[in-house]
């Protein structure tokens, strides 16, 4: 007898949708296609029909093909699964039922998939009018047998996202979590039916529903509509809370941490802590937030951070789904490419991808650059950078350089803590998505010592260009343009009086830095000029260059800038290490790129630092 194939798999092979496939099977176009109950299944050996073919402008070798589309932005797990090309993720499942911890929270960078899996779970789990099994049938979870297919659709769900909580004010943000609440309550409007009878039950549905809950009603909100919904099922509701700290952060940002720390601490406490009427809970978010006692006193929370290896493989790509998905949209020789700009992130033991970054990167006809943009906490890392010493500036600004570092890793880091003490910045950057672990060692207090690098090069483009923004502040306009000026025309005199003014301006801690942390000030510097592409640590001639600027204008000089540093040094040893920084850039022909890129004329610099002092000297070739 021939192999049978399922209409999903026949879909993946022939490249069309599984609808399609649906329909060749009812129109009698695939010789040998036959239905089993509600299934159709297909020869492996079948012939593709010449017709009934879509195109869906992805790209592939130049070419418009047939494919599904890309589920840019689609957190909805039935539309995702039935009509996007989907990453199959529905083994969370599995694994879930196999532990059942009684509350787990999820904890990842942005954009790495938490919402869509949460959906996923909702959609699963939870009761329903329509027949939602048939969107799991053709998934990994229907092969695991009856044992979990028997957790499907039996349960009440309460679903509620916090990811668009973020606004100016308490008031702002408590009412917008009430609108949330309410409309929840109004999803679940079937239980009005057994409250006819009941005026205390139906006074409090109405209250939610109505969105006319005071504080103290609300905190009491996810406790009450599980009673609600136990009482009315006879089966105790799960509870899912997708992104629950973005209201948190926002309330660091912008001055009203307190009141929406109380706020939380009741409302999570009705909802997991000793609530009878639970059966399971789910959260997602990018911190832990434990410390802040939000969770206080729940010994029922499972925490899986990014150091964990439990759940890793769920949020994200791994690399076999990424190859398969780069062979089904006819680009597998790009994995290469692929690996070297969202590839680099490690979840537990599993290296992830961006999934966000990969399906952009398919969706814009495979051009790398950097799609992934993290929300919400640049604010926070700008208060760090303020408070930085030179230690930790010099560490970032070594990571820029493809440098690495050890540091104590505390994933349940929590916002004032990363104000007052800001070494903790490094954890802060962990967890959401700027460096990624090397290797991790549990250290005696039960936190790990890890050493940390950035990810690949799309996170390269934006940790360099959001922490060198940061040097904004202290640079006026005017002075920018005086410096851009000086660099352009070869005036190492106005150069070194700007870099120096700048530098005396600013904070104390100059005194101690080294030569780290003045590359990443002047590569912030250069940062900011729109007229040249800047480079930095690249390979060119027999060496590697410290700063590169590629003018976009012809008529703009190309400039190759070398730093050196020294501590304690006087007038003329600080021109003699100029002058050795603008010899290597002559002995180690750093000019090569430039030349071979047809710019003739180059400016080059040598630039010495010892404290805010500074020593420029320049030669141009034309």
Same mark, same amino acid.
């Given at each position: ?10 879909? =993946? ?137 028997? !957790?499907? #659709?039996?349960?009440?769900?309460? !679903? ?10 308490? &008031? ?53 509509? +599980? ?67 939000? !969770? ?60 966000? +970054? ?28 303020? =408070? ?47 460096? =990624? ?32 923004? =940061? ?58 000029? #729109?007229?040249? !592409? ?5 390979? +060119? ?71 805010? &002092? ?9």
């Amino acid at each position: 007898m021939d192999e049978m194939m399922y209409v999903k798999d026949v879909a =993946k092979l022939w490249g069309i949708t599984e609808r399609q496939v649906t329909s060749l099977c009812r129109d009698g176009k695939i010789d040998g296609a036959y239905k089993d109950g509600k299934r159709w299944l297909i020869p492996e050996d079948a012939d593709k029909p010449d017709d009934n073919r879509i195109k869906t402008g992805v790209y592939c070798k130049d070419k418009l093909i047939e494919r599904l589309p890309l589920p840019i932005g689609v957190s909805d797990y039935s539309l995702a699964s039935s009509e996007y090309y989907y990453v199959d993720k529905t083994m969370m499942i599995k694994d879930f039922i196999d532990e059942r911890p009684m509350v787990a929270l999820f904890t990842r960078p942005r954009r790495f998939g938490k919402t869509l899996n949460m959906d996923m779970l909702r959609t699963y789990f939870e009761i329903s009018d329509r027949d939602t099994s048939v969107l799991f049938r053709d998934k990994k979870i229907w092969n695991c047998g009856q044992k979990y297919r028997d !957790f499907q #659709g039996k349960y009440p769900v309460i !679903f509620l996202s916090f990811k668009d909580v973020k606004f100016e004010t308490w &008031n702002e943000t408590f009412a917008t979590l009430r609108k949330i609440i309410a409309r929840e309550v109004q999803r679940h409007e079937e239980i009005k039916h057994m409250m006819r009878d009941n005026a205390y039950d139906m006074a409090l549905y109405e209250s939610m529903a109505g969105n006319q809950s005071d504080e103290a009603q609300l905190v009491s909100s996810l406790g009450d509509l +599980s009673y609600l919904l136990h009482k009315y099922y006879n089966t105790a509701p799960i509870i899912i809370i997708d992104e629950y700290d973005t209201p948190v952060q926002q309330g660091y940002v912008k001055g009203f941490y307190d009141e929406i720390i109380g706020f939380m601490r009741n409302f999570f406490s009705n909802g997991f802590k000793d609530n009878h009427n639970l059966s399971f809970g789910f959260l997602t978010g990018i911190l832990r937030v434990t410390k802040e006692s939000i !969770f206080s006193g729940m010994n029922n929370l499972a925490i899986y951070s990014v150091l964990d290896s439990k759940y890793s493989k769920y949020f994200g790509f791994t690399s076999e789904e990424v190859k398969q998905m780069a062979k089904y949209y006819g680009v597998a020789d790009r994995f290469h490419e692929i690996v070297q700009w969202y590839n680099g992130y490690k979840f537990g033991n599993i290296d992830i991808f961006n999934p966000w +970054s990969v399906v952009n990167y398919f969706s814009n006809e495979c051009e790398p650059r950097a799609y992934w943009v993290s929300t919400g906490s640049n604010d926070v890392i700008g208060e760090v950078l303020a =408070k930085a010493d030179a230690e930790i500036y010099d560490k970032l600004t070594s990571l820029i350089k493809g440098g690495t570092f050890v540091s104590l890793i505390d994933t349940g880091v929590i916002y004032p803590e990363i104000k007052e003490n800001p070494s903790t910045i490094y954890s802060f950057l962990i967890v959401t998505g700027y460096l =990624k672990v090397l290797e991790k060692k549990l250290s005696v207090n039960g936190d790990y010592m890890c050493e940390v690098a950035l990810p690949n090069k799309e996170i390269a483009q934006v940790y360099n260009r959001e922490i060198l923004r =940061k040097l904004e502040p202290m640079i006026t306009p005017s002075t920018a343009i005086a410096i851009q000026e000086a660099i352009f025309t070869g005036n190492q005199l106005r150069l070194k009086e700007e870099v120096e003014k700048l530098l005396k301006q600013s904070v104390s801690f100059f005194d101690t830095a080294n030569e780290n942390f003045y590359h990443g000030f002047m590569l912030g510097l250069c940062a900011l000029m #729109g007229d040249a !592409f800047v480079t930095s640590n690249r390979e +060119s001639g027999e060496g590697r260059y410290d700063i590169q600027l590629r003018p976009k204008d012809e008529r703009l000089p190309g400039v190759l800038i070398e730093l050196k540093a020294a501590k304690k040094c006087g007038d003329e040893e600080l021109k003699a290490l100029a002058r050795n920084a603008l010899r290597q850039i002559n002995d180690k022909k750093y000019d090569i790129e430039l030349e071979t890129a047809g710019i003739g004329n180059i400016y080059k610099y040598g630039v010495a630092f010892c404290g805010k &002092n500074v020593e420029v000297v320049e030669v141009v070739v034309s």
